[in-house]
């Protein structure tokens, strides 16, 4: 297997990250399988499975039914007997339908069967919006899943990160829920590894240090983030320092409250509303594991508490630069 840092570097963008890791994935260990819905003939919506049904033939690559929650328990049956499925939902609004699977199967299947059996599966869906979708095509259902215990949750933000990671879901033997942010499929473009490497699952990335506050986020939010902390700095003088959790259950508690301990400042920026997501989880173990570090209010930029709205106005439903901005400004002038 080669390191990260060894290996030999070419510029991709996510999506072919992606495609890169299935077809790693797929040439290496004859159990691993993906399923879903246009993966096969169509390489996918994205086209993250382009190429593959041709390359590894129809029992590796199905194109299945149009039935989320029949997708969701085939996976299972087949990592319960020994395969590793690859279950794409073809859009992050799909997936309600196979929370039944996800919450009484999925991440209780060991513990059921006293660690007899694992589910060594991973589901993947696009994440997010602002790519001009109708509805239930533009959602940020993370949170639905990290309160789910015995999954892993992972959304990236780089090629590197999106490549690396997924291969590491690929050596997991617990089930992992893989989103991967549709803004920057072909947007998010930088210098991947070529051949085998892995990013560890539940390390966050220090995207910049800063000393003046801390921006936690993920997804397609840290380039919002990275737009923001220019911002700040340009206007401000501010110095930010911004982490992209990458992994959202594990938490990487260290490197969060190492960082929020340094700085003082914090503002939780991503794409969900903010009632009952992810950031809330996060702004409270701050608040119980370093309030007496902080210098001001921890601030949460997400959504709004509606449903996403049509794409006519979906650029006021999720979080610009601008909006980030004012919080960190109410975050520095506390």
Not at 150 to 170: H, N, Q, Y
Not at 222 to 242: F, H, P
Request: charged fraction near 25%; glycine fraction near 8%; hydrophobic fraction near 45%.
């Amino acid at each position: 297997m080669k390191t990260e840092a060894a290996a030999k570097t070419r510029t991709l963008n996510l999506v072919t990250a992606v495609n890169e890791a299935l077809d790693l994935a797929l040439a290496s260990d004859e159990r691993v399988m993906i399923l879903g819905e246009d993966v096969g003939r169509n390489g996918g919506v994205f086209r993250a499975t382009d190429g593959l049904w041709k390359k590894y033939g129809d029992e590796r690559v199905v194109d299945t039914p149009l039935a989320e929650i029949g997708i969701m328990g085939s996976a299972i049956g087949l990592a319960v007997n020994g395969m590793k499925p690859i279950a794409e939902i073809q859009f992050d609004g799909f997936m309600p339908s196979v929370f039944d699977q996800v919450v009484c199967h999925l991440g209780r299947i060991r513990s059921r069967s006293r660690g007899k059996l694992s589910v060594p599966l991973i589901l993947r869906a696009p994440h997010g919006g602002l790519i001009h979708a109708p509805e239930h095509h533009s959602e940020s259902p993370e949170a639905y899943f990290c309160h789910t215990p015995g999954i892993k949750v992972v959304i990236p933000s780089t090629p590197r990160d999106a490549k690396g990671l997924l291969l590491a879901a690929v050596e997991s033997p617990d089930p992992v829920v893989f989103f991967e942010p549709k803004l920057l499929y072909r947007s998010a473009v930088g210098e991947v590894p070529s051949g085998h490497y892995t990013v560890p699952i539940g390390k966050a990335r220090l995207v910049q240090e800063g000393a003046d506050l801390t921006i936690l986020t993920w997804g397609a939010m840290t380039v919002t983030a990275q737009k923001a902390a220019d911002k700040l700095a340009q206007e401000d003088g501010a110095s930010v320092e911004i982490v992209d959790l990458r992994t959202l259950a594990p938490l990487d508690l260290e490197t969060i409250l190492s960082s929020v301990g340094k700085t003082g400042r914090c503002v939780i920026a991503h794409e969900a509303p903010n009632t009952g997501s992810w950031a809330a989880e996060l702004s409270a173990l701050i608040a119980e594991r370093a309030l007496l570090k902080l210098l001001a209010p921890v601030e949460r930029v997400g959504g709004w508490d509606i449903r996403m709205p049509l794409f006519r106005l979906e650029q006021y439903y999720i979080p610009d630069a601008d909006r980030v901005v004012l919080a960190a400004r109410k975050a520095l002038s506390f």
